[in-house]
């Protein structure tokens, strides 16, 4: 993240997985929308390798006729030009050694030819199994080698591993061929605009953090509601599960951003040690914690935005029997002196009645006591609701008189959309995260220990799941909004949940 930006240093971006849907949809088109911005360098090339059989010509075209489909508005024909005669392409499989040898060679060759200054950004949009290979083959071809002032740099998409310890053995794999700094660990919600804006939101305004903790809060909401169900994604999703997809990177995202004490300075390193900070004080859960604070849950049929939709099970790749969750709702606390005694209530799910992503703060009731000889029962809880999609604003909940001659109270809102505000720049969210790669900015991915954080809070969740097998899966319909055991997780609590679909939500009645 910069304050004000400017082209990058010249360099060739190699993206392995070239032929697949990352690519297509968000790569390229993220690529397109700097050129736009005139964010990328003049001496710029575009190197893709896959396994499948094209050549340049076939891969500019392939990529081109995609284009219009996943960029705004009409394709600028002269930057489009610009970006595809710059595009190469390389076949090979991942884990030979000769193809390491080809890359090599026009990696030479395109340097020599754009004078890309031999600063190269590897970028990993494979499936995980193919990501140490990559960089060890990469390393094992001297292309990490960082010589004469010239960068090398790997971008790693998720999913990072699939629970602790295979996350630590791919740090460990990774870090063996590359030092922490070539290391780019992507989590797309950091690409986010409005997650971004949390940071500005907190810390830059001086009137929201003083009741930022636990004398103020009464407990947090943070939500990521998805009306998709699993699409196509059967394979990786069976072997997946909500809660691995979505918890440990992007709810955690918003959590350690919501929950993290100002860093010393505008940095990577600060900014990542603070949030690391948050998830070593998440308290870890027993077996009896995980039985009491945690849901899950698979969608069934049901009906989602008109349309009728099949049960998990019978998605195409997903196993008849499945019990993978397509749902999970989670109670955390975070032990530290800010937050100790303030739930933080984390749910995300699948084919669920609305798309919702938003971290809802709740602050304490005001003592009832001025009220007590007055017609008023109960008073709205004041909350603060960031909306992250798919409306981007700000709410603000407080009471407010009705006017009469007689003391009735009522919630009233105060609301902010950044579409009143700013004009948006065209953006698939990759925009950002390459940009900051090629500037060597590191602020928005994720450290090792971030995401070993993540993981340790995870792993006995996981492991509390598969000790009790099967049981304890309910079925709630697709197009609803969960299964009723996620509302009795807050209903023990004297809370409920903001519902998806609608206002409210706070302290029980
Ligand atoms: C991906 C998950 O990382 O994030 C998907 O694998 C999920 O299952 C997606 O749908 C959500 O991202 P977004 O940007 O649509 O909120």
Known sequence: MTVSAKPPAPCTLVIFGAAGDLTKRLLVPALYNLRRAGLLPESFALIGMARNDKDDESFRRDLGAALHEFVTGEVVADDWQWLAERMHYIRGQFDDPAAYQGLARLLAETDEKYQTGGNALF?????????????????????????KGQWRRVIIEKPFGKDLRSAQALNRKIQSALSESQIYRIDHYLGKETVQNIMVFRFANGLFEPLWNRDHIDHVQ????????????????????????????????????TAMEPPSRFGADALRSEKAKVLHAVRHFSRADAQANLVRGQYGAGTVKGQSIAPYRRAPNVAPDSTTETYVAVKLMIDNWRWAGVPFYLRTGKALAKQRTEIAIQFKQAPLALFRDTPVER????????????????????????????????????????????????????????????????TLFQRADNIEGGWRVVQP???????????????????STGPAEAEALLARDGRRWRPIDGEGGGKLP
């Open 123 to 147: 970028y990993l949009a494979t499936p995980a199994k193919a990501f140490a290979p990559i960089v060890r083959r990469l390393g094992e071809a001297n292309l990490v080698h960082e010589a």
């Open 379 to 442: 008073l709205t809880p004041n909350d603060l609701t960031l909306h992250l999609q798919p409306e981007e604003g700000v709410t603000l909940r407080f009471s407010a008189k009705i006017p009469g001659p007689s003391v009735h109270i009522g919630g009233v809102e105060m609301k902010f959309n950044y579409k009143d505000y700013f004009k948006a720049a065209p953006s698939t969210g990759y925009e950002t995260l390459i940009y900051d790669c090629m500037i060597g900015d590191a």
């Open 461 to 479: 969740m996981l492991d509390a799941w598969a000790a009790e097998g099967a049981t304890n899966l309910p079925i709630y319909p697709a197009g």
């Open 222 to 257: 943070i939500t990521v509601a998805e009306t998709l169900g699993v699409e196509r994604r059967g394979k990786f999703y069976d072997a997946t599960g909500a809660l691995r997809d979505m918890v440990p990177n992007h709810l955690f995202q918003l959590l350690t951003l």
